[in-house]
């Protein structure tokens, strides 16, 4: 089995989702695109990956949303060297279709004092829905690395909270762990990098908004 030395998740670069939440009341959430200032952070971001890739082949899966496709191509990397796959099952959380931007941010507080994995959006998904589309993605890449000529280097372009329900399935965090951490900020990236004993280390940690606390943990 050829497993690549580094699996590299990158977020998004800023979209105009992210600065005007009212803009999803007009346009559908894949179609959003990046800010100027997105571009820009994704193009600093392609910068650290060309020099951290070098002349080294890249297997790319990239989210099927507008604003992941744009980051990929703000990266700039060399076509010779990448093969790009688009897939779905890293994409967004499904919030619903056409959303009014108050209900939103009611069922967002729902979901604060529910809890963030299990809460499920009306005509959307629960982060529990998005962990095991991200799983089963996440069995489909160790298929690949079957083949003896699979690329050192794993590529995903995609969100944050697909981002951490990855690393949550890959290192079998719980989902206390989980609900602790925040996303990565716009365009961040994390690496699982391959040890010399074979496992994967996280090259460094998401921020921690809380301790972990269990649900059943009270009183």
């Not at 600093?44 to 990956?49: A, D, I, S």
Request: charged share 30%.
């Amino acid at each position: 089995m050829a497993r690549p030395r580094r699996i590299v998740l990158v977020r998004h670069g800023e979209s105009t989702g992210n600065i005007d939440d009212s803009v999803y009341e007009r346009e559908p959430d894949h179609a959003l695109a990046l800010t100027e200032r997105g571009r820009r952070q994704a193009e600093e971001t392609g910068k650290r990956l060309r020099e951290l890739f070098g002349p080294e082949p890249v297997s790319v899966y990239v989210s099927p949303y507008r604003r992941t496709h744009e980051t990929l191509r703000a990266f700039q990397l060399d076509p010779d060297l990448i093969r790009v796959r688009e897939e779905p099952r890293l994409r967004e959380q499904d919030w619903g279709n056409w959303q009014d931007r108050d209900d939103v941010r009611l069922q967002k507080t729902y979901r604060d004092a529910y809890g963030h994995f299990f809460f499920r959006f009306p005509q959307g998904e629960s982060g529990a829905d998005v962990y095991d589309r991200v799983g089963g993605f996440l069995e489909s890449l160790f298929r690949s690395f079957e083949a003896p000529d699979h690329p050192p280097n794993v590529l995903l372009v995609t969100h944050g909270l697909a981002m951490r329900l990855f690393c949550m399935r890959w290192f079998h965090w719980t989902v206390a762990e989980f609900e602790s951490l925040s996303n990565p900020g716009n365009a961040e990236m994390r690496m699982l990098l391959l040890g010399d004993d074979g496992k994967y280390t996280l090259d460094r940690p998401f921020e921690r908004w809380r301790e972990p606390v269990p649900d059943w943990a009270t009183g």
